[in-house]
């Protein structure tokens, strides 16, 4: 028997402390995903979150001649192959197309915005509108998409906003007559229509800041109207740029200077990314010069009438320096009030740019628990990072989703724990040893929500607090177990499921062996021999033997005595595998042959055996008498005994036969030595009386030698003879029976 056993202590808990902010280790490869559709130019600029706290990222593939897609997460950062076309959906407008943003509607149904070219110069804005299963709907605009051109000029979207009512605000901008940028809102109704109740026409353009400005984001206050947010050029720096519009598109008097506003003062260079909404609280996120070479990343809170909350942050506005160049490029507010930011963080003079998520208390303090600035990869990256979106799941985690570089470049998907916690789960048994065919089970204690391992490998469906194991499949496997209440997770340690192995089951045998083996393999024995079979270790438990496939009453132990011809088998178990029975091979055939006890007789000079066998071995006073003849002239007054050949090598012992008066026999013994020999070979006698002439036949009884007779001792040469056994025959009867062994 081998076993496979655990050394050491590998069976104690784990627990793991998340820090805040740190990838979530159960999402993709070590909490990022990385999407390629396209060798060159993937990008993902969008995310949105779904109830079962799946996902769905935005983006395009391409550089030359580019596509917008959408592809659907599951939560563990898997492609959902049921979404699209194996889990993602090329937007196909029949021209080159970006998508922007993505939101989910409360029917599933999902709306994209962004850009398509139908042109070399123009471009359009973009909305089209998926069914949950990522097909496109054809109830909306034409064949699921909707295009707005304005007067010719190049449009893009940058983001998008779903009223309750279901019509959508779309952000973005486009180029005048003399090539500066315009920032732009846009209204259409549900079914993709431009909505006229929105500054008559569906469309806003922003024409009184005297250079470029573009929106870069939108969102919806609690009352309807809109805030949009971006950047213009004034006095030849970048400003922060605010707008907000009441729900028929007017701009609001209340709010900076006829609904528009520059939010951050004093700032040579700055560019508002994202905002989100509050009650009446405005957050925006963006980044700023804060002196020449350096760019930090900010965070501002304002009063629903665009004044400066003061209180935030003892001024209104909260920076973090990580680098030489931070942005912040979305915002997020957990429902506990903290604001969460994503952008990226660098240096400017190289391409060494990292992913950048900070978090901000409600108060505009930095969250010193957070772990702020993360990278993507180890050591010495080259290839640039950044996150342009960012969206909280249903169970508080943060999925961030952007870009890499590299080649191919990459659609960056990534998900981080939103808060500290311990969990330590522990698997049991900590130790498991299965017998071979045999099943048992992992268990942990109660969760949220579990996820097996295997080999460092998710189990697919193995998602419950315990885990079927058999020795077939997972002996030698080490499992572990990921468990999860809410968003706090652990794994527990790695158990080794290791598996007894025993060598096949076989029979040794002691005692008597068989004198041949017969042409069907059948062991013979000899009559009156004791062979036993044994089966050998470890199958010393549940024994029993069998003879003819019938068990033998009461052969449960390891050794069986046999001495009666049959066909015989065993099967037992391990000791430590009682259940493990295992038959022992082929059955051993035995046979014993029944012979008889020979009789010696007498005839008139000769001793003979009844019955005659094959051949026979005479003594005489215990000494034996040369040759094998099946009888033998008595040598002088004495005891006889015979063995006889029967066949198949089995020869019996007669009873003694007693001889008396045979002193005249005496002078006429013949003998002969050495028997067998490979040379010449002598015949004695007594010396006074000469002996005949003589003849010596083989095996079938052809004379091979002839010779005269004379005085004893006789030397024969039998040199030249072929090995075998021979008889020498004198002419007065008497014979012996010789053997040639060269």
Known sequence: MRCLFILGPLFLASALQAQPGVLDP???????????????????????????NSMLVAGHAGISNPTGFVAHLHQDGNLDTSFGAGGIRIIDAEDQTWVRAITALADGSLLVVGVVFPGDTLHAVMLAK????????????????????????????SNLAVQPDGRIVVSGYMKDSTQYYNSVLLRYNEDGSLDPSFNDDGIIVLTNWPSDDEFQDVTLMPDGSVIAVGSTVLTGAYRSLMVKVDSTGAFDSDFGTNGQFL?????????ARGVAVVGDAILVGGFLDVEPGQRDGYVAKFHGNGTIDAAFNGSGISTLNYNIFDTYEDIAVQPNGQLVLCGTTGTFNDMSHHVLLSRFNADGSPDADFNAQWLLSSGTLTDAQ??????????????????????????????????????????????????????DQLSTGTFDSYQWYKNGAEIPGATAQTLPVTSADDAGAWFKVRAANDTCFGFSD?????????????????GDTPNLIGDEGEQIYCQGDAPILVLDAPYDTNVQWYSAGEPIVGAVGTALGVSTSGSYSVHGAPATCPNYIQDA????????????QPVIVQSGDLLCPEPEGISAQWYFNGQP????????????????????????SCSVLSGPFTVVGMEERARSILNAWPVPTGGSITISGDPSVPLPAWDLLDACGRVVLHGPGGRAPLLIDLGALENGHYRFRMQDGRALFVAVAH
């Open 26 to 52: 159960s999402f993709g490869t070590g909490g990022v995903v990385r999407l390629h559709p396209d060798l060159y130019g993937n990008n993902g600029w969008a995310v949105a979150t779904l109830p079962d």
């Open 130 to 157: 998926l069914t949950p299963t990522g097909d496109m709907d054809g109830t909306f605009g034409n064949g699921g998409i909707v295009q707005t051109t304005l007067n010719e000029r190049p449009f893009t979207a």
């Open 263 to 271: 939010p951050i003062d004093g700032v040579e260079n700055s560019w």
């Open 386 to 439: 950044i996150a342009w979106d960012e969206a909280l799941q249903p169970d508080g985690r943060i999925v961030l989703c952007g870009y890499e570089s590299g080649n191919p470049s990459s659609m960056l998907v990534a998900r981080c724990l939103p808060d500290a916690c311990t969990i330590v789960p522990v698997v049991s048994p900590e130790a498991l040893v299965l017998c071979p065919n045999s099943a």
């Open 494 to 510: 790695s158990v080794l499921v290791d598996g007894y192995v025993f060598p096949p089951p076989t029979i040794s045998q002691a």
């Open 585 to 596: 091979g082929v059955a051993i055939v035995m046979e014993f042959h029944p012979n008889v």
């Open 625 to 648: 008498i040369a040759g094998i003849e099946q009888c033998t002239f008595p040598v002088g007054p004495g005891a006889y005994t015979v063995f006889v050949d029967y066949g198949d």
